[in-house]
């Protein structure tokens, strides 16, 4: 489990970045953030390193998407991503919610679509 990485940091900063999201009223964002932390967590399909990297990445992008886009740095976020799906790919339970995630954060505006 989560607890088990010893990650209160990167928790703490997604479950910030999720509550910001949702403040903001970007709930199907939130939402998927949420789902992906919970999947990346639980996984029995990475090892812990692979698991940690996953969520530090998934951390950049929650918090790269609570900002204003004015005040968004595109460069680490689409870099996140771009390892996130690399990293899950090996994954198969975990790309069916990375996939959801993409489509969040397509439909708030944050990537294109």
């Known amino acids: 489990m989560i607890a088990n990485l010893n990650l209160g940091n990167v928790v703490g900063d997604l479950n910030s970045s999720i509550q910001q999201l ?21 996984s029995q399909e990475l090892n812990d ?14 918090e790269e998407s609570a900002k204003p886009a004015e005040q968004r740095k595109m460069g680490p976020l689409k870099s996140s991503l771009v390892a996130l ?3 899950i790919g090996v994954a198969a339970q975990l790309f069916a919610v990375y996939q959801g995630l993409e489509h969040a954060l397509k439909a708030a505006g944050i990537i294109p679509g």
């Open 85 to 87: 799906r690399s990293g």
């Open 22 to 42: 949702n403040t903001a009223g970007c709930t199907e964002l939130a939402e998927g953030v949420r789902r992906m932390t919970a999947a990346l967590g639980s």
């Open 49 to 62: 390193d692979s698991r940690k990297e996953m969520l530090e990445h998934l951390s950049v992008v929650s």
